[in-house]
Nanobody
Framework: QVLLVESGGGLVQTGGSLKLSCAAS????????MGWFRQAPGKEREFVAA????????YYADSVKGRFTISRDDAKNTVYLQMNSLKVEDTAVYYC???????????????WGQGTQVTVSS
């Protein structure tokens, strides 16, 4: 089991930036697929981005492509989500997840963090 702890959320204005971090412990993450998901009130949890253990392989939801960047630092056992040009519709709780393979489906991930709130104001 991998313990995941997200941080870096907060309140930002439209067009601003935030960088989320996901620190992993319990196991090294260099053999996992790491994903970021988000869930807004009243909505289902949705895929945002994922990165494979081969760090050059990244995947993004169309809604964030070109604005968000996922990266990982295996030496620090940490995954990041750099979010630029934030929009009001990006407001959600953001979750980090670890799984054996990347997927847009939350059910394919085995371990989850507690989430961090991102609020974008107009």
């Amino acid at each position: 089991q991998v313990l995941l702890v997200e941080s870096g959320g907060g309140l930002v204005q439209t067009g601003g930036s935030l960088k989320l971090s996901c620190a992993a412990s319990g196991r090294t993450i260099n053999s996992y697929a790491m994903g970021w998901f988000r869930q807004a009130p009243g909505k289902e949890r949705e895929f945002v981005a994922a990165i494979m253990w081969i760090a050059s392989s990244t995947y993004y939801a169309d809604s964030v492509k070109g604005r968000f960047t996922i990266s990982r630092d295996d030496a620090k056992n940490t995954v990041y989500l750099q979010m630029n040009s934030l929009k009001v519709e990006d407001t959600a709780v953001y979750y980090c997840a670890a799984g054996r393979r990347w997927s847009v489906r939350p059910t394919e991930y085995d371990d989850w963090g507690q989430g961090t709130q991102v609020t974008v104001s107009s």
